[in-house]
């Protein structure tokens, strides 16, 4: 196959793209029930990037990556009775767990909302709704 790419997202605003030569794909036979397919067909793919040793991040990207996911990501696909379809399938989920582990992680709010805050905000909120209630046309 080719280069890996990776879509641009948050963490990697133009993408990533993974050399083929990083990649390491295994081929082995597939386990459960096929037959004679499964016995002599090497069809589950095995797929493994060194994530310490590529080129392909930035270093922040890198220990971002790293920490999340570990020096080595390993994926395995199975359920394709065709090998292409199963190199394909655990090339998309690598680029999915990168794309994941590559987004900053989200900024969660330094102190919690005082009571009187809370307080003053329901009390807005009810005034708010008798406000409107006095809008309404009258009941007869």
């Keep these: 196959m080719t280069d890996l790419r990776v879509a641009p997202g948050p963490g990697a605003p133009q993408g990533v793209v993974i050399p083929e030569a990083e990649l390491v794909e295994r081929f082995t036979h597939a386990s459960g029930p096929g037959g ?3 016995n002599t067909a090497d069809s589950r793919v095995q797929l493994s990037w060194d994530l310490a040793a590529s080129t392909a991040l930035t270093p922040e990207q890198r220990e ?8 080595v990501l390993r994926i395995e696909a199975s359920e394709h009775r065709s090998q292409h379809r199963n190199r394909a399938t655990a090339r998309e989920r690598l680029a999915a767990r990168l794309r994941e582990a590559l987004a900053p992680p989200v900024p969660r709010r330094p102190t919690k909302r005082t009571r009187g805050s809370q307080r003053r905000r ?5 005034q708010r709704g ?3 209630q006095l809008r309404r046309r009258p009941e007869m």
Excluded: D, H, I, M
């Excluded at 971002?64 to 020096?71: H, I, Q």
């Excluded at 329901?122 to 009810?126: D, F, I, R, S």
């Design 36 to 38: 004679q397919g499964v």
């Design 64 to 71: 971002r990556a790293v920490s999340s996911l570990g020096e």
């Design 122 to 126: 329901l009390e807005a909120k009810t």
């Design 130 to 132: 008798a406000t409107k």
